[in-house]
């Protein structure tokens, strides 16, 4: 009997027990449910986010001709959705802040991007929402007034000096988050006597060379793109490439005059020492590039050469010959995959090189190449993924290390 008595309340107090650790159970069997629907909702909003669609192929295919293509696809988006720019309003029209004269020729990509920049989602006319500050100056447009060298340093450093005092901006970091913009070399030439300008701010330019004191990690390699270009993108045509390589060009550097003088005469290499004769037949330069598998690119008067560009728009692989190129967008694109780079010594032995390369390797090559056309591209308006696209997501990149 008096067992029986104790037994009584010891299962009465281990009920409770019981309901509170199944209470537990319960509570933590919803928490891991709820956590698995939240999870695997953010799994499909993550898998249906934007996707890179430079053709119709998979990313498997086209993720080789990017560094880190999921990184580049998550930044781009981040870019366009947060990245502005302010455009100073200030200085004489007749001089800078317009568009350049022309969007034709060496000089297209600054002026494309300057009448992009204005067109875009990134310009703010709020400084203080502002990742960057852009100081609009056209050194090309000056040339146009047969401006000298030294007059437009005075210029450039006058209208420089004058938004220094007039705004804060320039104060808070020394000008490490202004940028401007030139190709070719009438603008290096016209601000490299404003120091303040070229170590400090940003360049954007189409002479990354490090004689003219281009630094990789603070500027951004311009592409020099002469555009409209005469005749359409090549693309799967690799059947009608029949010639090994092609170069065709004035002698204006050491590598140039090499290149004429070892393989003007070969018979696999079609190697000029001149340009083509235009009275020979209309667009004979351009159609050359559409019958050819490599084409040379050897710099002249600077590092840089319209001429890459080119054969990325015709379907010819560039050569890129040179013992120093920071080639454009050489942060984002792997160029060895759709590029053949050599050094400048490589010139003597250029012909086997190229014919050591298996014709399995030159299909890729080219496929790939097809793929980053689109980024060697001006528009007006700008298009997404295109040259102005790049240029400022190379911009964005660098505003990350800019500190306030």
Avoid at 106 to 132: C, M, V, W
Avoid at 320 to 345: G, M
Avoid at 380 to 399: C, G, I, N, Q, T
């Amino acid at each position: 009997m008096s067992l029986g008595k104790q037994s009584q309340p010891h299962s009465q107090s281990s009920s409770p027990m019981l309901f509170s650790l199944q209470g537990s159970l319960l509570t933590l069997a919803i928490f891991t449910l709820l956590s698995f629907i939240y999870f695997s909702l953010n799994s499909v909003h993550f898998s249906s986010s934007p996707t890179i669609h430079i053709s119709a192929d998979t990313n498997e295919q086209f993720s080789d001709i990017y560094h880190s293509p999921e990184v580049f696809r998550l930044n781009f988006a981040e870019m366009e959705a947060k990245f502005k720019v302010y455009i100073y309003p200030d200085g004489d029209p007749k001089t800078y802040y317009q568009t350049p004269r022309k969007l034709t020729g060496k000089y297209a990509s600054e002026g494309y991007f300057f009448q992009n920049i204005r067109e875009s989602r990134f310009r703010t006319d709020d400084p203080d929402q502002a990742h960057l500050f852009f100081i609009p100056i056209s050194c090309h447009k000056m040339r146009g007034k047969n401006t000298t060298y030294d007059e437009m340093t005075v210029i450039v450093r006058d209208y420089v000096e004058s938004l220094i005092f007039k705004y804060p901006y320039w104060n808070r970091t020394l000008g490490a988050d202004h940028f401007f913009v030139t190709c070719h070399d009438v603008g290096v030439r016209a601000t490299e006597g404003f120091p303040l300008l070229v170590k400090n701010s940003i360049r954007v330019v189409c002479s990354p060379s490090y004689d003219v004191g281009f630094i990789p990690h603070k500027d951004v390699a311009l592409p020099q793109v002469l555009q409209p270009f005469a005749l359409p993108a090549g693309g799967n045509d690799v059947e009608n490439r029949t010639t090994l390589g092609f170069w065709a060009g004035h002698r204006n550097s050491k590598i140039r005059v090499i290149l004429a003088r070892v393989w003007e005469n070969d018979t696999e290499l079609y190697i000029l020492n001149n340009r083509i004769n235009r009275a020979e037949g209309n667009l004979l330069y351009q159609k050359k590039f559409y019958n050819t598998k490599f084409c040379i690119c050897p710099g002249g008067s600077q590092v840089n050469s319209a001429r890459i560009t080119d054969s990325i728009h015709y379907g010819c692989i560039p050569v890129i010959l040179s013992n120093y190129y920071d080639l454009p967008f050489n942060d984002i694109l792997d160029w060895r995959k759709f590029a053949v780079i050599l050094t400048e010594k490589d010139v003597y032995n250029l012909k086997q090189s190229l014919k050591d390369i298996p014709y399995s390797e030159f299909l890729t090559l080219h496929k790939n190449l097809v793929k980053v056309q689109q980024h060697f591209q001006w528009n007006s308006p700008p298009v997404k993924y295109d040259a102005f696209h790049m240029v400022m997501y190379d911009l964005w990149l660098r505003h990350h290390v800019i500190k306030y």
